[in-house]
Every structure is written in C-alpha cells, then in structure tokens.
C-alpha cells in the first residue's frame, strides 16, 4: 500500500483518533523542503481519514525560538535582537532592516509560507508555540522538567552521548533584555524559575511566555499537551541519539506517550546540495507555485517514500515529474488492480500509484486535457486567446504559471521555441521543395505531419538526419530542439510553407 496509508495503518494500533502535527520555526524565507514535512503530516492526515479514522492535523509555528545570529539577509541592527524570541521582534524590510510595521519578524516569513498551504490544499489548525507559553499550556510539562532536572540531563547525555554544561537548565528565561542569551538560572520555586543576567536577579513564571524549554525537552511536551499521536521529521531528529531518541524517554518522564515517527530525508536543489534558507540555496514554496501546478507539487511528495531523498529543479525535473503524474493520470488503475495475474510487486506497484494521485489531487482542480509539455509548446507559438480556447477559459492560473515558468529562469533550453521571422539562408533546395511538397497536403495534425516527413524520406531518398536538420532551421533557426512535428500542428500552414518557399 502507499506509504501515507501503510502510516494509518500503524496508527489504527493505537485507536480511532489522532492528532497529526507538523512545525516549523519561520527564521528566514521557507523553501519547498520544508513542504515535505507538512505535506507527508497532511498526507498521513487525509490516509487515517481514508481509513475510517478521525485526523486533526495541525501546523505548529515556533515563534518562541530566539534569533540564533545576524542571517547574511539581515542588517546589523539585529544584533541586539539576538537571543530574543522571533514573535516579539520586529520583521526586516527589503533591505534587511528593522520595521516600525508592527509586524514581527515571525509573521513576516510565516505568511506567504501560509498562502503557499492555501494554494496546496494543506488546511491545518495553526498552533503558535509563543502564544502557547503565554497561555500557560507548557506549565505543567515545565513544572516536571524544572523538578526532574536531573532525570533530564541523565537522559540527554546517555542517550545523546554529549555531556551538557554545567549550568544546563531544562529551561531557558528570557533575560532583562528579552534575550536567552547571558542568562544563567540559579534556582526553582513553583510557579517561577529564579535567574540573573549580568548579576542581576531576575524571575521567569512558568505559566507565562517569560522563557522556553530547550527543544529536546519542548518537543516531547508538545505531544502530551496537544495529544499529538504522529508527526514527520527529519533525518537529523531521527539520527541514533538525536532530539526523536530523547523526547521518547522525557515524554515518558511527563507520563505522556511518545508520538508514532516519520523520518523523512532532504529535497536537495540538483547539483547544488540541500536546500538552505541562511546560504539562499532556495526555490521558496510560493515561487514554485508561480511556476507548478500544485497538484504536481503534491504529487513530487506523494510519489516519493519518505526516507527516499528528493533531487529537484525547477527546469527537465520539472517537466519529467509533469509527465510522469500525467501518464499515471491517464491509467485505469482500478481495473489494473482486478487483474489476477498480477505479480505481489506489479500490484504492489499499482497501488502505490494509486495513492499517489489520490494524495495529490486538490478540491480547486480541474483538467485541461493538454499535457505539461504541450502546454509549454502552446504558450510559446499562440497568443492567450488562442491557449485557452484549447486548454478551458477556466484555466487561466494555469496559463499564468506556465508562463511565468517560460520567462524564468529555470526553463529548460531544449524546450524554448523561437519561430522563424523570415526563411533561412543556404538550405538544401531539393529537400526544401520536398518538404514544401509533401506537407501542403498532409492533415494538418500532428500525426499527419509526422507521415509526411516520413514520405519526404522514403519516397524521395533523403537522409533523415539531413531532413530534420534542414526542418529545424527552417522553422526554428537551429539544427535541433524540442519534437518538431507537435510545434509545426501548432503553426499556421501557411506560416510553415512560407518557411519552406
């Protein structure tokens, strides 16, 4: 079965409800690899639905981390922020520097990451980790950790192999300043954690937003408070000995139950590593979309098990994924799966397919009829009018994308298409008048303009690579490009005869 329901199947194990949760600390522009997780969250979410099972997924925004340094998009002047939660700095402007906006810094990178979830079908009920501090709803995991301090530290640096600092408290103040940094706690009284920050005193209530749990210990709290039963992580949670190892053993420490895994490995940019929002190593969810239907963006996630790394770009990758959810798309997959005679792996095969497209379909979709390439052909040689009374007048986003993918900078050269103004110079004349010949009277389909392009060869023994050459520098001005027989169709007969003459 497909991986998102072999998940739901894990987790009917543990009873009909579940909590599905996936998070995301907004530091800088969100890149499309974030979208594994809370994709492969979602999947998992609509696969328990599917299973006869209740599912709430939710999205958790840790706005309560601190600014870690002075990211290369930011200016200077964030220097006094750091250490200080992203909920309660300001957002940067386009040069980097803070805003009088009243907008926070969380805010201004979390936003269009939400509109990206909107356009993605992903709607998932949004938690904010700085406001659930504030509303006292880490309190009583706080209370455990602060009095079962040293369990903790056992716990971390067995499991962990990694001795902590002295000084390690299994919360973290937010100094005079708001700032993490600098501080050292020096007692614990319910309901506050007593500190000092240069020398002087201070005290974090527990049942407020006046500090945080390091994330070792603040991720295995939110599964007992929020309930959740499943969520998707990275490799590097998931390594022997990272923060999954750990929240196991302080989640049961909270008397909670730890939540059931879901390693996922990177999407890496092809050629160029991991994506990283620091080093600008990027293609941000919304700039896919401008160039992806989202139906194919799902479907990159949907395809790929989960512990298989991604290599991505936004050029042939992109057409190949197209193609490939296209052909799927065009199977009668049910009527394949009756087949007695399938092998375990032909069938095993099949229903993975099957889910695939099942997970990536959004409500909003509706079919053109032309395939990703075709569209890519039609929007270079036709006008909109023309595009979309083949594609649907309702296409129009469609259209839009693929366009904006035309003039970007990731569209593939062997797809551009630039049509002759005028007739090239030194062509063959014989195969010229042939080619003339031959297609002024063919069906003017894409079929009948390869037969005729077959006759020229055959009947008037001419080289097919000669022919094809000269055809493509007749039309395009070049010896070779995209399949020439789909962009003649696509012509004016009259345009392509001019060519020839």
């Known amino acids: 079965m497909h991986w998102a329901d072999f998940a739901a199947q894990r987790l009917a194990e543990r009873g009909n409800k579940h909590i599905i949760a996936s998070g995301i600390t907004p530091s800088g522009e969100f890149h499309i690899g974030h979208l594994r997780e809370i994709l492969t969250g979602d999947m998992v979410a609509k696969a328990v639905i599917n299973a006869g099972m209740e599912a709430d997924f939710v999205f958790i925004v840790d706005s309560a981390d601190p600014l870690r340094k002075v990211y290369p998009f930011l200016s200077d002047e964030y220097e006094k922020y750091i250490g200080c939660p992203l909920?309660?700095?300001?957002?940067?402007?386009?040069?980097?520097?803070?805003?009088?906006?009243?907008?926070?810094?969380?805010?201004?990178?979390l936003e269009p990451f939400l509109q990206a979830l909107e356009q993605i079908d992903v709607k998932p009920r949004i938690i904010d980790n700085y406001e659930s501090y504030q509303n006292g709803e880490f309190a009583?995991?706080?209370?455990?950790?602060?009095?079962?301090?040293?369990?903790i530290r056992e716990i971390i640096e067995r499991v962990s192999g990694r001795e902590l600092p002295e000084n390690w408290f299994p919360y973290n103040p937010y100094g005079h300043n708001g700032s993490l940094d600098g501080v050292t706690v020096t007692?614990?009284?319910?309901?506050?954690?007593?500190w000092e920050q240069d020398g002087v005193p201070g005290k974090s209530d527990l049942n407020k937003a006046d500090g945080k749990l390091p994330w070792r210990v603040d991720w295995p709290a939110?599964?007992?408070?929020?309930?959740?039963?499943?969520e998707p992580f990275g490799k590097d949670h998931g390594a022997s000995?990272?923060?999954?190892?750990?929240?196991?053993?302080?989640?049961?420490?909270?008397?909670?139950v730890p939540v059931e895994p879901l390693v996922y490995e990177w999407i890496s940019l092809k050629g160029q590593g991991a994506m990283s929002s620091s080093t600008g190593n990027t293609i941000g969810p919304l700039e896919a979309l401008d160039l992806v239907p989202p139906e194919i963006l799902r479907y990159l996630i949907a395809s790929t098990k989960p512990k298989k790394a991604i290599s991505f770009d936004a050029g042939m990758s992109l057409v190949e994924l197209a193609d490939e959810y296209e052909r799927q798309l065009s199977r009668d997959l049910q009527s394949e799966l009756s087949d007695e005679n399938l092998s375990r792996r032909q069938k095993v095969a099949i229903e993975d397919a099957e889910g695939a497209l099942r997970l990536s379909k959004i409500s909003s979709q509706t079919s053109t009829g032309t395939t990703f390439r075709h569209l890519a052909l039609l929007a270079q040689v036709k006008s909109d009018d023309e595009v979309l009374q083949i594609i649907g007048g309702d296409q129009v986003s469609k259209l839009t994308r693929m366009r904006n993918w035309i003039?970007?900078?990731?569209?593939?050269?062997?797809?551009?298409?630039?049509?002759?103004?005028?007739?090239?110079?030194?062509?063959?004349?014989?195969?010229?008048?042939?080619?003339?010949?031959?297609?002024?009277?063919?069906?003017?389909?894409?079929?009948?303009i390869v037969s005729a392009i077959k006759e020229v060869i055959s009947e008037d023994s001419i080289n097919a690579r000669d022919c094809y050459r000269t055809l493509?520098?007749?039309?395009?001005?070049?010896?070779?490009g995209p399949k020439i027989a789909p962009i003649i169709s696509e012509l004016d007969r009259e345009k392509v005869l001019d060519l020839l003459r």
């Open 140 to 151: 009583e995991r706080a209370r455990i950790a602060c009095e079962k301090a040293g369990a």
């Open 187 to 194: 007692g614990f009284e319910w309901p506050y954690v007593h």
């Open 407 to 448: 003039k970007g900078p990731h569209f593939p050269d062997d797809l551009k298409i630039q049509i002759s103004e005028k007739p090239a110079e030194g062509l063959d004349k014989e195969i010229v008048q042939s080619l003339n010949n031959s297609l002024s009277s063919c069906n003017w389909t894409e079929d009948g």
């Open 87 to 109: 909920a309660t700095i300001p957002a940067p402007d386009k040069e980097g520097k803070p805003t009088e906006s009243g907008r926070t810094y969380a805010q201004h990178f």
């Open 222 to 230: 939110r599964w007992g408070w929020i309930g959740i039963t499943c």
């Open 241 to 256: 000995g990272g923060s999954y190892d750990t929240g196991k053993e302080i989640s049961a420490l909270f008397g909670d």
């Open 472 to 480: 493509y520098m007749a039309i395009l001005g070049k010896e070779k």
